[in-house]
């Protein structure tokens, strides 16, 4: 019932920025809370950020804190993650994901096909 296609990733030199994008159709977007979860080569998913239903909350995994800013347009059903001051150890392919809070957690079903984001010099 939910379609999540993620795009704006890319090569980029470490301190460089990337914005990523997640376009949500078929789905409550306004009304849900939504996380942004990555996987790094040889690694399992590990949830990054996430975000209450009108964007005025949002938490990060430490190791972005600072640097990544997640924020939404319900409007367009578009979830968005400025990513700034790239490190290579943020290499992953990255995925939104419906979630039951903005804290942590995430659902594991309707997974889009995600957006590589490689962080080289």
């Known amino acids: 019932q939910v379609q999540f296609v993620e795009s704006g990733g890319g090569l980029v030199q470490p301190g460089g920025s990337l914005r990523l994008s997640c376009a949500a159709s078929?789905?409550?977007?306004?009304?849900?809370?939504m996380a942004w979860v990555r996987q790094a080569p040889g690694e399992g998913l590990e949830w990054i950020s996430g975000?209450?239903?009108?964007?005025?909350?949002?938490n990060y995994v430490d190791s972005v804190k600072g640097r990544f800013t997640t924020s939404r347009d319900n409007a367009k059903n578009t979830l968005y993650l400025q990513m700034n001051s790239l490190k290579p150890e943020d290499t992953a392919v990255y995925y939104c994901?419906?979630?039951?809070?903005?804290?942590?957690?995430?659902?594991?079903?309707?997974w889009g096909p995600g957006t590589q984001v490689t962080v080289s010099s």
């Open positions: 975000i209450n239903p009108d964007g005025t909350s949002a």
């Open positions: 078929g789905s409550t977007f306004s009304s849900d809370a």
């Open positions: 994901q419906k979630a039951p809070d903005y804290s942590g957690a995430f659902y594991l079903g309707s």
